[in-house]
């Protein structure tokens, strides 16, 4: 039996965000393909005899009960009746509330990495069970790649994937509450007619263009009070972005690039101007399922 397991545990980008409504639960109705990129955290996750126990390198991460990935494991553990520990140590590259998944993805490479450490059978139907009581987004980490997620983002379908070798993330230095944007939309979005016009659009263009149509409804109503954003993608269009875009809530904005030259020298510009910039491409599903476990 295994004594420990490293899990690597990816950034995600919206290539699409769209807002229909408010539901009944008090969640928005969405649609939103997801994408998987090649930024990620290092999770390592010692079996122990102890209690649940969080270690991460970055202190906005909390390390307590309410930590995603010590919630997941809690989870599993409930709903196999599992009695083991587990030491958890997170060395954190993706930015906190940045709009890439970070803490999402923590706690579905946990769940996963766990029921895998501990050798315990949890068919799939349950793993996105207990995966969509974690939050919206971690459903989506079980399976990467590109995929459409609807509902409140927990429901999720592998599409045809995506290719786009040459993407620049970049941060502006501050954190962006996901409620917070979402409560700021004044007004429904998107009309189930103007959804069904813009995914036939799409299908038209075909989903190798989708990095150049990317669109995300959020993206206004977090500009109108964090400018810097809107800062952030003039400079990465000047730079030689063919398209730039806010990532899910934000702050991050990606940068879309034709080459490997242009994306380098806009990293180093922005880095230079003070803000965090990583160079990413995307991952399909295939390369997400056999690399997750390092």
């Not at 991460?56 to 083991?84: K, Y």
């Not at 803000?275 to 476990?293: G, K, L, N």
């Amino acid at each position: 039996m295994l004594s420990s397991i490293q899990i690597r545990s990816y950034a995600k980008i919206n290539w699409t965000l769209d807002v229909l409504h408010k539901r009944e639960d008090g969640y928005h109705e969405l649609r939103t393909i997801y994408q998987t990129v090649s930024l990620h955290d290092t999770i390592s996750i010692a079996d122990t005899d102890g209690p649940i126990e969080i270690i991460c390198d970055d202190p906005r991460v909390p390390c307590d009960e309410t930590n995603l990935a010590f919630r997941a494991v809690a989870a599993l553990r409930q709903a196999t009746g599992s009695t083991r520990g587990a030491r958890i140590e997170i060395n954190k590259r993706i930015p906190v509330a940045a709009g890439l998944g970070g803490g999402s993805s923590n706690a579905a490479a946990t769940l996963l990495g766990a029921g895998k450490l501990w050798q315990i059978d949890v068919g799939y139907g349950e793993l996105i069970k207990i995966a969509a009581g974690l939050g919206s987004d971690v459903p989506f980490f079980l399976i990467g790649g590109t995929a459409l997620g609807i509902g409140r983002g927990e429901e999720v379908y592998p599409i045809e994937q995506v290719k786009s070798e040459h993407l620049l993330l970049v941060n502006p230095g501050f954190a962006v509450s996901t409620p917070e944007a979402y409560a700021r939309l004044s007004r429904l979005t998107r009309s189930k007619a103007a959804l069904n016009i813009h995914f036939t659009l799409l299908a038209a263009k075909g989903i190798s263009d989708l990095p150049l149509v990317a669109t995300n409804d959020l993206e206004e109503v977090v500009i109108a009070t964090h400018q810097e954003i809107a800062e952030v993608k003039r400079r990465l269009v000047s730079l030689g972005a063919r398209h730039a875009l806010m990532s899910g809530s934000g702050a991050t904005v990606f940068g879309v690039f034709d080459n490997s030259q242009t994306t380098e020298r806009a990293a180093s510009m922005l880095h230079a101007a003070g803000y965090w910039a990583q160079r990413a491409r995307t991952v399909d599903a295939r390369e997400y399922q056999a690399t997750i476990f390092q």
